[in-house]
């Protein structure tokens, strides 16, 4: 009669056989997927060198286009080519350098270093995007729910609103470090909404250390109103966007990096403008929050310091929302306007060349 042990031995031996030599296979993949990081480490460092090279080139050639002199009809040709070339050749460095690592800029450089946060994949970038799309609409939900849950309870902790204020602390504080990321990857984020998101920070971190009193009191529930306020916008906003911004990818007239955004933007004027006065509601809100605080200011029961600087805040906040929407409006109109014109002048052109 056989041992059963030896059978068992037999089996695992077999076994044991079959995965050693799936373990040299997977050793010789490893390898050749070391091999090929360094060969693509070369070509990235190779092709970053000649983009450089070629930019200085490309530079000193258009110096040199700038003020042509009694050019020959032919010359005058082969001037108008070379610039409109130039052009395109900057454009088409814009493309190549999407999928080759960037340096990170000031901020990131602060917050982790050197280290590279480029993702050369198209799809680990749209990934990235639609994961910081869904953080904020999470977290614009959670906001919501924890500030009716504020407005209504009866019982008013300081603890609690900590708890609270440390959650915008750290929404912010994460959104900057995405925004970047994303920025780094692609993305087209304008100036002023990502130092919204740095004052908004501060905002925040003001809030969170302000000693409870009854200045903080005073201002507690208009606040909460307002974030209330902020998060059915924003919610409101993200899905309209999102829906806008897929039919202008499908159309070829958004980059497919472009993300959901707090403010107006031109490319909202697509079945979006409705939303301008409530946006403009929230920028009135942040003033009468300014307001409020500074008339806190002038009761005898002001001692903090928190009061006059978020009344500070909330005025530059107000101020750069509006000024940068209202700009964008008046592009908006202002290049509407000169298309209609400029249309109306072609079809009396058009015209004018039929009668003769």
């Given amino acids: 009669m056989a041992n059963p042990m030896l059978l068992r031995m037999d089996s695992v031996m077999e076994e044991w056989n079959e995965l050693d030599g799936e373990f040299k ?10 091999d090929k990081i360094k060969e693509v480490k070369k070509l990235q460092d190779k092709c970053t060198g000649m983009i450089s090279k070629h930019r200085y080139r490309l530079k000193k050639i258009n110096d040199s286009l700038q003020h042509p002199q009694n050019l020959s009809e032919a010359d005058a040709k082969n001037h108008r080519n070379i610039k409109e070339q130039i052009g395109a050749r900057k454009q088409q ?21 050197q280290v590279n946060v480029s993702l050369l994949s198209k799809v680990d970038r749209l990934n990235y995007k639609q994961n910081y799309e869904n953080f904020k609409l999470v977290l614009n939900i959670i906001t919501f729910i924890l500030s009716c849950i504020l407005l209504i309870s009866p019982f008013k902790f300081r603890m609690v609103d900590a708890a609270y204020h440390f959650l915008f602390v750290w929404y912010y504080c994460t959104l ?17 909404w990502m130092v919204h998101h740095f004052i908004t920070t501060l905002a925040a971190g003001i809030f969170l ?7 903080y009191w005073s201002f507690r529930d208009q606040f909460v109103v307002f974030c209330t ?6 919610v409101v906003m993200f899905y309209y966007q999102t829906g806008i911004l897929y039919r ?31 946006l403009f509601i929230g920028y009135a809100f942040q003033f009468y929050n300014a307001y409020t605080l500074y008339l806190l200011m002038f009761t005898p029961e002001w001692t903090e310091w928190q009061v006059p600087f978020l009344s500070g805040i909330f005025f530059i906040l107000g101020s750069g929302n ?14 509407s306007f000169k298309d209609f014109f400029s249309r109306n002048q072609y079809r009396l052109d058009m015209s004018k060349a039929k009668e003769t």
């Fill in 176 to 192: 900057t470090i995405r925004e970047h990321i994303l920025k780094v990857n692609g993305s087209k984020i304008k100036g002023w």
């Fill in 25 to 34: 296979e997977l050793q010789k993949h490893h390898q050749e997927y070391l």
């Fill in 229 to 234: 306020y902020l998060s059915v916008v924003q």
């Fill in 248 to 278: 202008l990818r499908a159309l070829g007239l958004r980059n497919d990096m472009d993300i959901t955004l707090e403010g107006f933007h031109s490319w909202m004027f697509r079945g979006f403008s409705f939303l301008l006065p409530f």
């Fill in 93 to 113: 460095f814009r493309s190549m350098e999407e999928f080759l690592p960037h340096k990170n800029g000031i901020y990131l450089s602060i917050i982790l270093g």
């Fill in 209 to 215: 250390v302000w000693p409870e009193g009854v200045t």
């Fill in 322 to 335: 509006l000024l940068t929407t209202l700009a964008v409006v008046k592009n908006r109109y202002a290049s």
